[in-house]
Nanobody, 125 residues
Framework: QVQLVESGGGLVQAGGSLRLSCAAS????????MGWFRQTPGKEREFVAA????????YYADSVKGRFTISRDNAKNTVYLQMNSLKPEDTAVYYC??????????????????WGQGTQVTVSS
């Protein structure tokens, strides 16, 4: 059983930056594909980024490519999401998630069995 706890959300002006962290416990972190998703009221939870177990392969949603960076530190059991050049449309609750895979469909939320509680990110215009 893996427990995930996100932190780092908050209120930021458009063009600003935030770094989200997700600390994992209760499992062998290095064996899990890790993903970040986001959700706004009334909408489906959408894929943001995913990183393979070693960190060597990464996927991004087109909407965040070039602005967001996902990374992981397996020694610290933590995955990060560095968000730069934030836009009002990035406002959402951000969730981290853990999966055993398969990696080739890492953008699908259905493969993730463990989720954090979410952290709110609000970008003002």
């Amino acid at each position: 059983q893996v427990q995930l706890v996100e932190s780092g959300g908050g209120l930021v002006q458009a063009g600003g930056s935030l770094r989200l962290s997700c600390a994992a416990s209760g499992g062998t972190f290095s064996t899990y594909v890790m993903g970040w998703f986001r959700q706004t009221p009334g909408k489906e939870r959408e894929f943001v980024a995913a990183i393979s177990t070693s960190g060597g392969t990464i996927y991004y949603a087109d909407s965040v490519k070039g602005r967001f960076t996902i990374s992981r530190d397996n020694a610290k059991n933590t995955v990060y999401l560095q968000m730069n050049s934030l836009k009002p449309e990035d406002t959402a609750v951000y969730y981290c998630a853990a999966s055993r895979g398969p990696w080739n469909i890492a953008q699908r939320k259905t493969i993730y069995g463990y989720w954090g509680q979410g952290t709110q990110v609000t970008v003002s215009s």
